[in-house]
């Protein structure tokens, strides 16, 4: 069976749905299995086991889109598309390769061969839904996401927790603001902490703006590009976050990982994964205190 999933969306929405790829891997062990996403991932998710090939759709205008799609369903003779994403971009997806192939469709939207009723945001956490959308496979033995295929070496932990301050161009509402960043930095310094600010470029000013405040915090974005961000991530004591993708590479190492986010439907329904996760949230995020995180990461440390 050749077998196309469909995962659009953030860094985080991508990771989120690794559970339910290494599941369709586990149940189809001679398939061959296609992830359809977009370019950016192609890269630094290129040895992802549970795939034969990372394909690309980067959702331009719908007609080339559907285009696209629908040349990728017959090349690779696609049996199964799965809907992972769910959106009405791939209800139109569904339509044109519902009437001019054999495929057979798993989604939440119309035009489904397996027509799965999707939880709305708030409900349930976003991997349960992909839980129950693969029960219409007959599939009950969802696993959990492992990252641990993008090790690249022996990790030696060390007394650093890592920040992850930034947030995508978009997301500014979800920042917790850097001058209490600083404070924690400077907190954590005092009791003899290395402080590793990590972030791509996007983030240069944020960083900028706790060095100036904590001049101790080192400034690691050359060494926190995704591909290399997990293995760091198990090489430090703890994480501070936002709301972010990154945190949701950082959430499944394990490591205690304090999460910072505004509440709302969106952050509990996505969350990232992972057994040492503490969330925090607030209607506004830039409202939590300082002496909130300090107190949680002294339960953390002792």
Not at 160 to 166: A, E, M, R, W
Request: proline fraction near 3%.
């Amino acid at each position: 069976m050749n077998i196309l999933v469909i995962k659009h969306g953030s860094l985080g929405d991508l990771v989120l749905s690794f559970g339910a790829i290494k599941t369709l891997r586990e149940n189809y062990p001679n398939s061959n299995i296609y992830l359809l996403t977009q370019s950016n991932y192609k890269q630094i998710f290129k040895n992802l086991p549970y795939v034969n090939e990372i394909l690309v759709d980067n959702r331009i205008s719908i007609f080339p889109s559907v285009k696209n799609i629908f040349k990728k369903v017959k090349e690779k003779k696609i049996d199964l598309l799965i809907d992972l994403q769910n959106s009405t971009r791939t209800e139109i997806y569904n339509l044109f390769i519902k009437i001019f192939t054999k495929c057979k469709i798993l989604s939440a939207r119309k035009f489904s061969d397996y027509k799965y009723k999707q939880k709305k945001l708030g409900v349930q956490h976003i991997t349960k839904n992909h839980q129950e959308q693969l029960k219409y496979l007959e599939i009950n033995n969802y696993l959990q996401p492992d990252l641990n295929w993008m090790l690249k070496g022996n990790t030696i932990q060390s007394k650093k927790v890592i920040f992850i301050p930034g947030t995508s161009k978009s997301g500014e509402y979800k920042k917790w603001p850097s001058d209490k960043y600083a404070e924690v930095a400077k907190y954590l310094v005092r009791r003899n902490y290395e402080i590793y600010l990590t972030g791509s470029d996007l983030d240069i000013n944020t960083i900028n703006e706790i060095i100036k405040l904590c001049p101790e915090s080192k400034n690691k974005i050359n060494e926190s590009k995704i591909e290399d961000f997990y293995q760091l991530c198990l090489s430090s004591e703890l994480i501070l976050t936002n709301d972010t993708g990154p945190a949701h590479i950082a959430g499944l190492t394990n490591k205690n990982v304090i999460w910072l986010a505004n509440d709302n439907e969106i952050s509990r329904s996505c969350y990232p994964l992972g057994n040492n996760l503490h969330k925090i949230t607030a209607s506004n995020v830039k409202n939590i205190s300082v002496n909130t995180i300090i107190n949680k990461i002294e339960q953390i440390l002792k």
